[in-house]
Every structure is written in C-alpha cells, then in structure tokens.
C-alpha cells in the first residue's frame, strides 16, 4: 500500500536526510521525500499497520531533523 | 515569506545592528568578546543547536555542523588572541554566521517563490461544484461529495471540477491550462466534457459521469504532484555524492589545520597554529554542499513545470532526464502522424466537373453509414435532399448504384465498373479508390484516405534537429499506405501491416541494437499500444485528454495531439539538462578553486562566504530558468 504525507521541511539536504531515515523504519518497504512539492511518499510493507508505522517514520525524521513537520492524519 | 522566515529575517537585522554598534563601542579585552556572543548567538543558536543535536544522534557531517564548527573556532581563535595580549578577531565569526543565515533565508524565499510559481501553473484543481436545489439556487458543493450521475451547474468563468456530459446548454470551454492550446472548443448539448476545462461563455449543466477522484482533472494532478518523487540519475549522483564528499572535506580540513602545525614543530620552526587553523575553518565553510543538493531537483521541478504548462506531463524527473538522450524515435502512423480520419484527399473528373462528380457520388452514397459515404458527404458539405435519391441498391463487396435525379449512378470500387462492363483508370493510389459511373459511363474517380497532421513533416524535422538518429514508423497499414505515408514525412524506416503483437517484437529489436546510453522513445496514440509504451525507454501518449488507459501507461503524455510538442518536450528537457549541468560544474568548480585558494591561505572568510552562499544563489536563479519555456 502506498501513502502521500504532506510534510514541512525548510533544506534540499534535510529532505534527504528524511528519506534516508524513513526508508529505514521496519515496515517501510519504500520511501520518497520531495522537497520541491513538500511531500512525502511512503510504500508499506505487507500486513504493516500503516499508523504505527507512520508513527516510527515521524520519531526516526525528527531524530535526523528536528525542525521537520510530516502530517499523519 | 513565511513565518519561519520572518523570524530569521527579524534576527538578522537584530544581529546587524548590534555588529554595526559594536563597532563604535569602546570595550577591550574579554567584555568585548562577551559583546561580541550576544549577536553571535542571536544568529547562530539554532544552527549550534542543530549541530549538537546532530552530533548526539551520529548525524556528524551536515552543514549545520560545518558552519558550526567554523564560527566557533574563529570565535576561540579570537579569545586565544586576547589571551596572547593582542586585539582579538570577534567580528568575523559573526558575520560567517550572520551571510550564512542571510544566504539560506534568500534561497529559501527564492525556492519557496518558484515552488508557489510552478504549482500556480500546474494549479487546476477545482474547489467546489455548483448544484442546483429545488428552488432554483446554487449550491457550492466539495466536489468529492457529488455521486456520479448528478446534475451540476458551471457557470461561465468557472472550472468543469468532475468528468461528464451536457444535459443542458451550450458553450465554448477553454482547454488551454490542460492542452496548453489556446483555441477554444464549443460544446453542445449531448458531448462529453472533460474536468479542467474553463467555461467560457454559456451556462452549462452537465450529468457527471465520473467520481472526482476518477475524472480526468485529479488523474492529470496525481501524475504531476507525484512527479518529482521519480528522481533523475543527476539527483541520485548528487545525493551519493554529498555522502562522500562532506566527511572527506572535514577530514581534509582537520588534516590542514594538524600536518603542517606537527610539521613545523618537527622542523624547529614556530608552530603557526593559529594560521592554520584559520585556513582550516576558511575550508569548511566554502565546502558546503547545498548550492547542488538544492538547484538540481529545482531544476528538474521547474522544467517539469514549464512542460505541463504547454500541454506536456512528464511522470518523472527521470523521463525528463531520459528524453534528452533520446536518439530513436519510434511512431506509430494512424492517429499519432495521420489524423486516423478518412477524408476526400483528390477528385479526377472524366467529362463531368468536379463538383458535379462530387455531388453525385455523395448523393448516390448518402443512406450509407460506412466511413466512407460519411467522408464523402463531408467533403460535400452541403444538406442532402433525400427525395432526389431513389432505387439505392447496395452491393456487398462492390458498392452503390443508385438514381439521383433521374440519373443513374453507380459508385464503387473496380470491381463494381468490371462488374458494369466498364473501363476505368487503374490507380495504386495509396487510400480507398471510389470509382464512379454515370448514366452506364465512366466518371472518373474519388481517392478517400487518412491525412497527414499538417505538423507531422515539421516535427520529423524538428526531432532531427534536436540530435534524434532515427525515425521508425509502425503501421498496421498496407505497405503501399505506409511507404507514401513515410516518404512524404522523410521518416527513415517503415514497418509495415504489422499486428499489435509485432509492433513490440519490433521495438524490441530496435532496443537491441541500440547502445545503452541511447534512448529509444515510442510515440503512440494511446489506444492499443499500452504494452509498446511501456516497453521503449520512454514512452510517449499523444491525444491522451480523457483516455486514462493511456495515461497510465506513458511516461509522457501530450495533452493534445500536435507531433510538434515531442520536439518541444526533448528542447525542454535538453534545456534543462544543460542548466543542471552548468550547475554541477560552476558550483564544483568555484569550489575546487576557492578550497585551494583557501587551503593556501589566500582566500579570506569573506570569498569563503561568497563560494558557499553566493554560489548557492546564483545556482538557484540559474535553476528557476528552466521553469521558462517561452524560447526553448
């Protein structure tokens, strides 16, 4: 199942860093984080719980970016 | 600018006039650098605390780590000064912090402005439907609310929001934010329209025949919100890049400021530490990688902007990217370079005139429904009195005989006049042959065929002229239709009365004997070639405005059917290419010269700034160029 957040984020790089982690999280099959449409895509694994994914996705992107906003409604 | 924005902007200025202060005021020794911390952490806090907070969570090389370290050493190597009885150097470390931040704040409005720019043009999403209620009111409704099958209410000026049929009214509807074409088109009555459009002129009520999420206007805004989410070999040569290069330039900038110290100390001579350190902390702050992470995808977000404003959605940065390279262009013929409308191309008369063959052929085929009596009534263009038609008999295989007037007339093809005892003119005319014969004598004959787009020739040409190889056109057409076809349009290779399952085995052996830096793109009108179009390297649908099967399949999608927008898409993206490469290499290359020159000790913090900040805004508006498409 596939997923677009809205996110904030204020640098090109920091956007990176976000992917980067995201793709990181266990559940997480697949992750892309534009910057330029402030968006963030995120692809679940199998029988993943997308909430309580989200919910690690949001932790690991503010451990690398603090000042970065994602919108899990 | 938004409010994050404005706050920096308010500390900048706070920071600048307690710099310009500091300057007049009197103070010596440690309170001066005391003075000097309180503009200092004005303008830097959040970049140290990002910097610490990254270093406790192992995210070591960034730039906040870069400028962090860089201010705070010049700011000790200014107490270490005061320390050693001379005047210490406070400002400079301040005013590293006080550009950097002035330089991000510019690139973020600058960034912010172009982004607002290009979602402005790809803006066509409708924010509400118009239903009437039973007394006669409109009501504004969100248009995700309205089920399929209901009656909505556009108003001249407003969007269609939701994929439907007129049930009431008439109009002419702009489909230029959708096809990037200007000339409007007129509905009526009983046509489907399609979400996106402008109203123009008349009241409309429209049943709608689709959900919104389903109509064409949220397909076309899926596609290109999501497009740069596909990301570009540059992008991803960037992101592998920046990985390498910040913990290497840290190295490098610790290396500078320990070898030539340890050096010295070895040779007897004094240490000069201080110089070297100096050195160092120029490096840092002109190695900062931003000015590339930042204008590449910009660029591509811009030129993807820029083509669907004429009409054209790329589906990702890396189609963008691909087209650039494309050095094959594969063509479909019926629909893709002809217009797939049988027409009345030429007319040779035998002792009758034109217009009288014309009009007695039309006549004789007029209670026929085949394509062809319809093309022919078309070229008559006038109304048909019925009356004057009688005793039509339909041959099968043959044609027409039939008594307009009292004249008998029979139309048809050769085997219908051998059939009559007739001689005809023996044509290998490429197209349908109507043979025609009046009062038992030969009347000449009418050629009906499927027309060029009158784009077609031009945007052959044009392709050629943007560095394409070949061209190949796959038909399942008659060799004799498809070579004229070619010959007229100066296409390279024809591939003739091919099924739907050759033309992939034909683009597959073209893929094959192309290298691989080569691209090989398919264009097609969308309509049966979904599994050629996802085959070729790009795959390009014409003529796709509310054909969703095409849509998903392409890469590329032309909005309406003109050849010509493929050569305008390869400029497009051969445009923005060349930018993102003119990036790559000035910001690289002012790099590499300002790392020497600071590694020797002749470029100051200032021109470290200029390399770092400066760089990062000229690569930015050198960017936002590719958002323009108006002389590509």
Known sequence: ?73 | MTKKQKKVFVRIIIASVLMIALHFVPVTGYARFALYLIPYLVIGYDILRKAFLGILHGEVFDENFLMAVATVGAMLLGVYQESQGQEGEFAEGVAVMLFYQIGELFQAVAVGKSRKNITALMDIRPDYANIEDESGNLEQVDPDDVEIGTIIVVQPGEKVPIDGVVVEGTSTLNTAALTGESVPRTVREGEEVISGCVNNTGLLKIRTTKEFGESTVSKILDLVENSSMKKSKSENFITKFAKYYTPAVCYSALALAVIPTVINLVMGNPANFTTWLIRALTFLVISCPCALVISIPLSFFGGIGGASSCGILVKGSNYLEALAQTKYVVFDKTGTLTKGVFQVTEIHPEGISKEELLKLTAYAESYSNHPISKSLKEAYGQEINKASVSEVEEIGGHGVTASVDGVSVAAGNAKLMRKLGLSYAEKTNVGTVVHVAVDGVYAGYILISDVEKEQSAEAIQALKANGVKKTVMLTGDSKAVAEYVAEKLHIDEVKSELLPGDKVDAVEALLQSKSAKENLAFVGDGINDAPVLSRADIGVAMGALGSDAAIEAADIVLMDDNPMKLALAMKISRKCLRIVYENIVFALGVKAICLILGALGIASMWLAIFADVGVTVIAVLNAIRCLSVKNV
């Open chain 1, 1 to 73: 199942m596939k997923k677009t957040y809205k996110i904030e984020v204020d640098c090109a790089n920091c956007a990176l860093k976000m992917e980067e982690a995201a793709k990181k999280v266990a559940g997480v099959a697949e992750a892309t984080v534009s910057f330029m449409t402030q968006k963030m895509k995120v692809e679940f694994a199998e029988g993943a719980d997308p909430k309580a994914v989200m919910a690690d996705v949001v932790k690991a992107c503010k451990k690398v970016e603090e000042d970065c906003e994602i919108y899990v409604d």
